[in-house]
T-cell receptor, first 113, second 113 residues
Framework: DGGITQSPKYLFRKEGQNVTLSCEQN?????MYWYRQDPGQGLRLIYY???????QKGDIAEGYSVSREKKESFPLTVTSAQKNPTAFYLC????????????FGDGTRLSIL | AQSVTQPDIHITVSEGASLELRCNYS??????LFWYVQSPGQGLQLLLK??????LVQGIKGFEAEFKRSQSSFNLRKPSVHWSDAAEYFC???????????FGGGTRLMVKP
């Protein structure tokens, strides 16, 4: 089945440690996105990529980094510079075209030990 | 800048009762609007979308939404709620390029037996 796979489902980080969240899609979508969700809040955009080897900052990019070396993969690194990383992280993708909706993975919950 | 407001943080309805979730948007041009649903610990699932044409749009799971330009609203409705509809619902608007989704803060729906 086509879809978006995020791994791991749960992730724990020690203080001062970088961690990488995986997002893979087999939908052949051009664009991919990373969002952060905090309890009781909507989703906030961290980074997005419209094509391979190109990406743009969203509203809350500080303390995060991404890469887009392959069309199907868009990993997110939460760096030690991100002082409040505990959150639910959602990856999405969509096909090119303004009418195309974003499709979401099942998320990764990151917690600080 | 575009924005979305969902005035109701929590709503409780009885099973079998009708439902209306409110969404107000702010956008300078013709908006492209979405409703998504999120079950606990899961990603977002697209319920329906509005781009143009008929202002009453039908979605999955028996949901519909009505676009009212004069009121800047895109309210979600369902005639008879089922216990499985308990979830969080997000309204979103996308920019002209189709890239930047702006979400409302969400409405958590609880269903009483």
């Amino acid at each position: 089945d086509g879809g978006i796979t995020q791994s791991p489902k749960y992730l724990f980080r020690k203080e001062g440690q970088n961690v990488t969240l995986s997002c893979e899609q087999n939908l052949n979508h051009d664009a991919m996105y990373w969002y952060r969700q905090d309890p009781g809040q909507g989703l906030r955009l961290i980074y997005y990529s419209q094509i391979v080897n190109d990406f743009q900052k969203g509203d809350i990019a500080e303390g995060y980094s991404v890469s887009r070396e392959k069309k199907e993969s868009f990993p997110l690194t939460v760096t030690s510079a991100q002082k409040n990383p505990t959150a639910f992280y959602l990856c999405a993708s969509r096909q090119t075209g303004v009418a195309q909706p974003q499709h979401f993975g099942d998320g990764t919950r990151l917690s600080i030990l | 800048a575009q924005s979305v407001t969902q005035p109701d943080i929590h709503i409780t309805v009885s099973e079998g009762a009708s439902l209306e979730l409110r969404c107000n948007y702010s956008y300078g041009a013709t908006p492209y609007l979405f409703w998504y649903v999120q079950s606990p610990g899961q990603g977002l699932q697209l319920l329906l979308k509005y781009f143009s044409g008929d202002t009453l749009v039908q979605g999955i799971k028996g949901f519909e939404a009505e676009f009212k330009r004069s009121q800047s609203s895109f309210n979600l409705r369902k005639p008879s709620v089922h216990w499985s509809d308990a979830a969080e619902y997000f309204c979103a608007v996308v920019d002209n390029a189709g890239n930047m989704l702006t979400f409302g803060g969400g409405t958590r729906l609880m269903v009483k037996p």
